[in-house]
């Protein structure tokens, strides 16, 4: 059950019903529901998550899993809390207000008896501070305790391992799971070529990232100079940390009393009262020379424009907040670096944790596009004991990235065709969404 017909619930409706799960969606805005009950196959209900009678209409006695995401904090939490009275098994409510997540605060997680709470501006923080240490990813995923890691790279014209067949990469530290190519993702077999423009998935052991962006000739590194345009919670977060870091940020904020504030919040941010699409004034404070630009502000026409003003005066990078995650596919042709929205990258929080549990150990859903990389353990079956991989009958539409075996000393190998597996095993695979129910069904332990 899932309450809040948001872009966050709609999202999660689309990715759970799609999955074949019985998903019901709660919502006080009946012309909302209808519009979403044509797209998708699901049951809605019309009426406030936080009422006991409009629950146990939806169905709240059959439920399992308890989601609430509607943009009222109080009505999310009255929600969860009771959902308590009805025995169901996991419950996960999305906060915005960052009290909740103090140090010492009593309203905590545990004291609510929710599982989860997530809050949209954390979990955006998080995903734009782990982007800005790879200045030429703009995809990262961890694994097997950050030992694994999925980077997503765009090859340009130019470089010189465009042309090559993947079976001419034989010194890749690494193997390439996924190519992206005009909306359109690849699971590549040896004889694909890698084409200019071609956006490149793969995955690698943390330790070899550098030998990795080398063999591309990539040059990742930590910014030196930022520019965050807009002073709002995500922000004035990202500053904070950046100046953790002890990176220059400059934070660009068109409200004069709000500077006020961020100016005796932070501590070496130089803050600037524009509007973020002022170029003098911008330009006066060395945007040109900036390694990354960070647009949040509530306007996606003023982070996209803010955005490519800063890449055509000559920042190396940027990442750019956008409300309607529908949008980000299109934006890599306009320039735009990385595109985030909040919303999807809180909806693929909360479904990495409801699904980490049994034989999977974790999942990430790429951001524009239509993957996921699932961390599954493999079963103690006869089908997987001491074969090589390249035996095996695997679902099509799905790739081994890495093995993880959990043995006395936990080993990370990056496959070939005769690498043999071992139970206990923990699979890091790639796979379009239309091979997820073959891939759980082929890992389901008997």
């Known amino acids: ?64 899993l308890f989601i609430a995401v509607t943009d009222s904090d109080e009505v999310n939490l009255v929600a969860c809390i009771m959902s308590n009275q009805y025995n169901v098994k996991t419950r996960i409510a999305r906060v915005r207000n960052e009290d909740f997540y103090s140090q010492g605060v009593p309203l905590s997680e545990k004291a609510l008896g929710i599982d989860l709470l997530i809050s949209p501006d954390l979990a955006m923080t998080d995903e734009i501070i782990k982007l800005s240490t790879r200045s030429d990813a703009f995809e990262i995923a961890e694994f097997a305790d950050g030992q694994v890691v999925l980077l997503g790279y765009e090859l340009f014209k130019g470089n010189p391992r465009v042309g090559r067949s993947l079976s001419m990469l034989g010194e890749l530290k690494g193997v390439v799971v996924a190519i992206t190519r005009e909306e359109e993702t690849i ?89 973020g699409l002022e170029a003098h004034d911008l330009l006066e404070e060395g945007i040109d020379r900036a390694d990354l630009v960070i647009s949040v502000t509530d306007s996606d026409t003023t982070n996209i424009l803010s955005s490519l003003l800063g890449k055509h005066h000559g920042a190396t990078k940027c990442i750019t907040h956008i409300s309607r995650p529908d949008f980000v596919p299109l934006l890599g042709k306009l320039g735009i670096d990385v595109a985030l929205s909040p919303r999807q990258v809180a909806a693929n929080m909360i479904l990495r944790f409801v699904r980490g549990g049994g034989t999977i150990v974790s999942v990430a ?37 890495a093995i993880v075996r959990n043995g006395g000393d936990r080993q990370v190998l990056i496959p070939s065709g005769d690498t043999r597996l071992q139970p206990d095993d923990n699979l890091v695979i790639f796979f379009t969404k239309d091979a997820l129910h073959a891939v759980e069904e082929y890992f389901a332990a008997e």
């Open 1 to 64: 059950m899932i309450v809040g017909a948001g872009m966050v619930g709609y999202h999660l409706s689309e990715k759970l019903s799609g999955e074949g799960q019985a998903v019901v969606l709660v919502d006080n805005d009946k012309g909302k529901l209808r519009r979403i009950e044509k797209d998708l196959n699901i049951l809605t209900i019309h009426g406030s998550g936080a009422s006991a009678k409009v629950l146990e209409e939806a169905g709240i006695h059959q439920t399992d």
């Open 187 to 275: 699971i590549p077999r040896g004889d694909d070529k890698i084409e200019a423009g071609d956006k490149i998935y793969l995955v690698t052991r943390e330790k070899d990232i550098s030998a990795v962006e080398d063999f591309f000739h990539f040059e990742s590194r930590s910014p030196d100079k930022v520019f965050v345009i807009g002073g709002g919670s995500i922000g004035y977060l990202v500053a904070r940390r950046m100046e953790q870091k002890n990176i220059s940020v400059t934070l660009v904020e068109k409200d004069a009393v709000h500077c006020e504030y961020l100016s005796e919040k932070l501590e070496k941010t130089v803050v600037l009262n524009c509007n």
């Open 365 to 401: 859903t790429l951001l524009g596009s239509d993957a996921e990389v699932i961390e599954i353990k493999v079963p103690d079956r006869d089908l997987f004991r001491d074969v090589p991989i390249k035996s095996l009958s695997f679902p099509r539409g799905a790739i081994v990235g």
